[in-house]
């Protein structure tokens, strides 16, 4: 099986920064995008930034220039650099990892969430 364990949210105040991380293990053999979500209260889940097995990343509108997408393809890990933060950034963030099945299509696996709080 795999595992998706989540660290770095935590309370900081506007304009701060926060590097969430996210390190997959167990059965991890075709990674196809790693990535993070975000759900805040009374909002539907939405991503915020991914970056496939190639390098390539996408972003949100609302965190582009201020979060970066980085991962360690050995260790299965990514992280989330947020800089600027912002009082609605606040939410719980999600590590996703969508590897290929070997039957075809693809397994997405999810970590347990880390809230992340902007306030002052």
């Known amino acids: 099986q795999v595992q998706l364990v989540e660290s770095g949210g935590g309370l900081v105040q506007p304009g701060g920064s926060l590097r969430l991380s996210c390190a997959a293990s167990?059965?991890?053999?075709?990674?196809?995008?790693m990535g993070w979500f975000r759900q805040a209260p009374g909002d539907e889940r939405e991503l915020v930034a991914a970056?496939?097995?190639?390098?390539?990343?996408n972003y949100a509108d609302s965190v582009k220039g201020r979060f970066t997408i980085s991962r360690d393809v050995a260790k299965n890990t990514v992280y989330l650099q947020m800089n600027s933060l912002k009082p609605e950034d606040t939410a719980v963030y999600y590590c996703n990892v969508d590897q290929r099945a070997t039957m075809g299509g693809r397994l997405s696996y999810w970590g347990q969430g880390t809230q992340v709080t902007v306030s002052s």
């Open positions: 970056i496939t097995s190639g390098g390539s990343t």
């Open positions: 167990g059965n991890i053999f075709s990674i196809i995008t």
